[in-house]
C-alpha cells in the first residue's frame, strides 16, 4: 500500500519560509508524479505543484510561482515543498498526493494515496 506522510507546517509570519516533506513507504517514490495541493476552510483544494517522476520536471499554479519549489531526495525516498516569501492567503492545510494521470494536474480526482495533511498558518 503506497503511503505518504506529510510534515513540516507551522506557524510563520508573513514574508517568512518553511519547507514541507512529503515521506514516502512501501514503494519508490522516485517512480511516480507528485502533486502538492492545499485546502482553505470554506474552499476546495486546490492544486499548488507537481513534480514529474524520473527526471522531475515541474509544475505551479500561478499564485506561488517564483516563491515555491518542488524537488525530490531520492536517496531519502522524499519530496519537498520550498515555500519562501508567504502570504495570509497561503495558509492551508498541504497535502501530497501520487498521480494516477487521470486527468489535470490541478485536478484532485487525478491523485491517489493522499497523506494526512500539514498545516500551514501565515500571520503576524
Known amino acids: 500500500q503506497l503511503q505518504l506522510v506529510e510534515s513540516g507546517g507551522g506557524l510563520v509570519q508573513p514574508g517568512g519560509s518553511l519547507r514541507l516533506s512529503c515521506a514516502a513507504s512501501?514503494?519508490?517514490?522516485?517512480?511516480?508524479?507528485i502533486g502538492w495541493f492545499r485546502q482553505a476552510p470554506g474552499k476546495e483544494r486546490e492544486g499548488v505543484s507537481w513534480i514529474s517522476a524520473g527526471t522531475g520536471g515541474t509544475r505551479y499554479v500561478d499564485s506561488v510561482k517564483g516563491r515555491f519549489t518542488t524537488s525530490r531526495d531520492n536517496s531519502k525516498n522524499t519530496v519537498y515543498l520550498q515555500m519562501n516569501s508567504l502570504k495570509p492567503e497561503d495558509t492551508a492545510i498541504y497535502y501530497c498526493?501520487?498521480?494516477?494521470?487521470?486527468?489535470?494536474?490541478?485536478?484532485?480526482?487525478?491523485?491517489?494515496?493522499w497523506g494526512q495533511g500539514t498545516q500551514v498558518t501565515v500571520s503576524s
Open positions: 512501501g514503494f519508490t517514490l522516485e517512480n511516480y508524479a
Open positions: 498526493a501520487v498521480d494516477g494521470h487521470r486527468g489535470a494536474w490541478t485536478f484532485p480526482g487525478s491523485y491517489d494515496s
